[in-house]
């Protein structure tokens, strides 16, 4: 939780309130559902949380911002930002059921009134969002086929509309691939721990 203060110091007393529930919850639902790997729940915060915040020290999403978390797992980046932009519309969305519902309940648990998660495969959505985020779920090419239909044209941010993705490690193949756009954002420019120092937020603007 230190880690969350250290980057994110202007927090509320409720938004360090519900970081701070997150490790418990995380523990008792990994327990029954395999969400996060069982090692990684010590470094919850760095790894899972932090990480999710990458994406805030890139854009910060203004209220009414609606977004789209593909792939959300245990809710990855989608929870975190969640309580950090708790006036922004966060649609979390997986394909396996069981994930959905520890999403469902920890969202529930952290009174998270502005998630909503739903099993369902990315490719079937119909609706448009401002923004997707997303963490380890794809390449970016094929990615980009699944939500592009799924980003709407107004734009009312610093950047727009378009897809925020997390990936870590050697980017330069999968970015000659893709026929579009991106802008690659360090985030060892942003946190000094050692494992942030491969990890980036691909931006695609759409
Ligand atoms: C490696 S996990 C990453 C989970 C989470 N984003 C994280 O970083 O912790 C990839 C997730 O993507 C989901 N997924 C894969 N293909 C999908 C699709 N086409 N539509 C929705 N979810 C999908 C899987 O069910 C899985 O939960």
Redesign the pocket.
């Known amino acids: 939780m230190e880690l969350i203060n250290k980057y994110f110091p202007d927090l509320t007393a409720d938004q360090r309130d519900k970081f701070g529930q997150m490790e418990e919850l995380y523990q008792f639902w990994n327990a029954r559902v395999n969400v996060?790997s069982r090692q990684d729940i010590d470094t919850l915060y760095e790894r899972?949380i932090l990480h999710s915040l990458g994406i805030a020290k890139v854009l910060e999403f203004k209220s009414g911002t609606s977004i789209l978390d593909?792939?959300?797992?245990?809710g990855?980046p989608g929870i975190p930002l969640a309580i950090l932009f708790p006036k922004a519309q966060f649609h979390l969305?997986?394909?396996?059921g069981k994930?959905i519902r520890v999403v469902q309940e920890i969202a529930d648990a952290l009174k998270l009134n502005n998630v909503k998660a739903e099993q369902i495969?990315?490719?079937k959505l119909d609706d448009t969002y401002e923004f997707v985020v997303?963490?380890?779920?794809?390449r970016i090419t094929p990615f980009v086929g699944?939500v592009k239909n799924n980003i709407s044209k107004n734009s009312f941010h610093s950047l727009r509309n378009g897809i925020l993705y997390l990936k870590g490690g050697d980017l330069a193949e999968e970015l000659s691939e893709l026929n579009q756009k991106s802008r690659v954002y360090e985030l060892s420019g942003f946190f000094e721990e050692e494992f942030f120092q491969t990890k980036k937020v691909v931006y695609v603007p759409l």
């Open positions: 996060i899972h593909v792939g959300t797992g245990g990855f969305v997986d394909s396996i994930k495969r990315a490719e997303s963490r380890a779920v794809t699944w």
